[in-house]
């Protein structure tokens, strides 16, 4: 696999020294354990100043690719323009996969995110073997109910799962761009079941790059009226066992 190193440098805010930095910005889930630990445990978005030792956090653009899946997430770390040119040059979802198939003829699916909490997300829900769309559809309806409980919008992140349930971080609005961590929500995996089986049901063309909570509310548009109070009422039981623990 070609290596694709990014060098950077940054200027410590504590003694104002450079710091040197080299990450690859490009991972692979065989050829780079190492370096897919580190992203989603966090300090590969971590340097430390070498004259004082404060560790700062940066973020820079980190594609993810699973070969043995054929997954691969590619990430514009909160960079508005690339992420707008992105769009604009591959609006039509077949576009994106014929050019992505191409480079990688064994990707059965590609995943466009903004951030570096959005890309360990994604590699996360890869990692249990999980369906992201149905992740994002859980969270989704989950938060309509959440919403209406708290009165504020409370995000929801997946955080692992096991054979019973899915746990789902809460966070809530804390001042100006901040947030502070909830209760971790234990929805049981019948829900996850019932809604992937609606989804291969329903949706014709499963290919989008774009998997967040946007996609899952076109999702829920597109299902039948009777299938929707299905899902809702699915989705109100799963949140009724659900245990929350801090």
């Known amino acids: 696999m070609k290596e694709f190193i990014q060098d950077f440098r940054m200027v410590c805010k504590s003694c104002g020294k450079d710091i040197d930095c080299s990450r690859r910005y490009v991972i692979s889930q065989l050829v780079h354990p190492f370096e897919v630990e580190g992203v989603m445990d966090g300090w590969y978005f971590e340097a430390t100043c070498p004259s004082c030792g404060t560790v700062h956090e940066f973020d820079i653009p980190v594609s993810y690719c699973d070969e043995k899946n054929g997954y691969m997430v590619f990430s514009c770390a909160d960079c508005d323009r690339l992420y707008k040119a992105f769009l604009r040059d591959y609006t039509d979802n077949q576009n994106v996969n014929e050019r992505f198939m191409f480079t990688y003829p064994d990707l059965v699916a590609f995943r466009l995110v903004k951030n570096k909490e959005q890309l360990v997300e994604k590699m996360k829900i890869n990692y249990a073997d999980l369906d992201d769309r149905v992740i994002e559809a859980i969270k989704w309806e989950i938060s309509q109910i959440t919403n209406d409980?708290?009165?504020?919008?409370?995000?929801?992140?997946?955080?692992?799962?096991?054979?019973?349930?899915?746990?789902?971080?809460?966070?809530?609005?804390?001042?100006?761009?901040?947030?502070?961590?909830?209760?971790?929500?234990?929805?049981?995996?019948?829900f996850y079941d019932g809604l992937k089986a609606c989804m291969d049901r329903?949706?014709?063309?499963?290919?989008?790059?774009?998997?967040d909570q946007d996609f899952a509310q076109w999702f829920f548009d597109q299902v039948k009226p009777d299938e929707k109070l299905r899902l809702q009422k699915l989705g109100k039981h799963a949140f009724d066992a659900a245990r929350m623990n801090r």
């Open 149 to 190: 409980l708290f009165e504020g919008p409370i995000t929801l992140w997946f955080e692992t799962y096991n054979d019973d349930e899915i746990l789902l971080e809460t966070r809530i609005p804390y001042e100006s761009d901040l947030e502070i961590r909830g209760a971790t929500c234990h929805i049981p995996m019948d």
């Open 202 to 211: 329903e949706i014709d063309a499963p290919l989008r790059y774009e998997i």
